[in-house]
Every structure is written in structure tokens, then in C-alpha cells.
């Protein structure tokens, strides 16, 4: 499926749809690396997959060469997330994982809205 092992690729942000979580898996973070990876897509079967993918992101990251911080933006909030938020929030603090909360709101004017502010 990949090519014979080369030098990762960095990109920031990169975007993890949920719709190809069988293709987003721990040789993916080894080659495609970035310092934020919003993680997208909300149906069933969709956060089906998504226990992988973030299971598959901590398990690459303990192998980068490098010791960066990485955030990861859930573009929904799912029960799935909270769980997996619960139980793997050591491993996060260990590896340099921010994880932020898909339910932030802003406020603009008279208005309120669902977003996530990202710098570069």
C-alpha cells in the first residue's frame, strides 16, 4: 500500500477523516507527521473507526525522532472521544498530545457559535 520507507512528510494541519479511517493508521502518522491533526467526520460509522486512528496516533508518535508538541482538534464531540480521552490522557501528558474540546464556542457580535482557534 505504501512505498518502501522514506523520510516523513510534514504538514500542518492535516486533516484525518473518519470516512478513510481504514487508511489512517500507525504507518500513516510515521510518514505523514504534523503538529495538528483535526480529526473529522460524525455518523456511526464513522466513530466506529476512530478509536483506531487515535489509538494509532499515540502509538506512532512514541516513535517520532523528535519531541514535539502535537494538538488534535475532534471537529465533533462523540462518547467515543470522551472515552478515549479518559482512558489514554497519561499516554497524552507522556507523548506532547493537546487534545482540544470539540465543544469550545466563540462569541462574535451577538452571536455564538461551535470553533477553534489555531495558530501557526
Known amino acids: 500500500r505504501w512505498a518502501p520507507r522514506t523520510r516523513?512528510?510534514?504538514?500542518?494541519?492535516?486533516?484525518?477523516p473518519l470516512s478513510s479511517a481504514h487508511l489512517v493508521d500507525e504507518e500513516f502518522f510515521q510518514r505523514v507527521r504534523a503538529l495538528c491533526y483535526v480529526i473529522s467526520g460524525q455518523d456511526q460509522r464513522k466513530e466506529e473507526g476512530m478509536r483506531a486512528?487515535?489509538?494509532?496516533?499515540?502509538?506512532?508518535?512514541q516513535h517520532w525522532d523528535r519531541d514535539l508538541q502535537v494538538t488534535l482538534i475532534p471537529?465533533?464531540?462523540?462518547?467515543?472521544?470522551?472515552?478515549?480521552y479518559a482512558e489514554t490522557h497519561a499516554r497524552h501528558q507522556a507523548l506532547g498530545i493537546t487534545v482540544l474540546g470539540s465543544n469550545s464556542m466563540v462569541s462574535m457580535q451577538d452571536d455564538a457559535f461551535p470553533a477553534c482557534k489555531v495558530e501557526f
Open 8 to 16: 516523513p512528510r510534514w504538514t500542518s494541519p492535516c486533516r484525518c
Open 53 to 61: 486512528v487515535l489509538d494509532a496516533l499515540l502509538a506512532s508518535k
Open 75 to 84: 471537529t465533533f464531540d462523540s462518547v467515543a472521544m470522551h472515552t478515549w
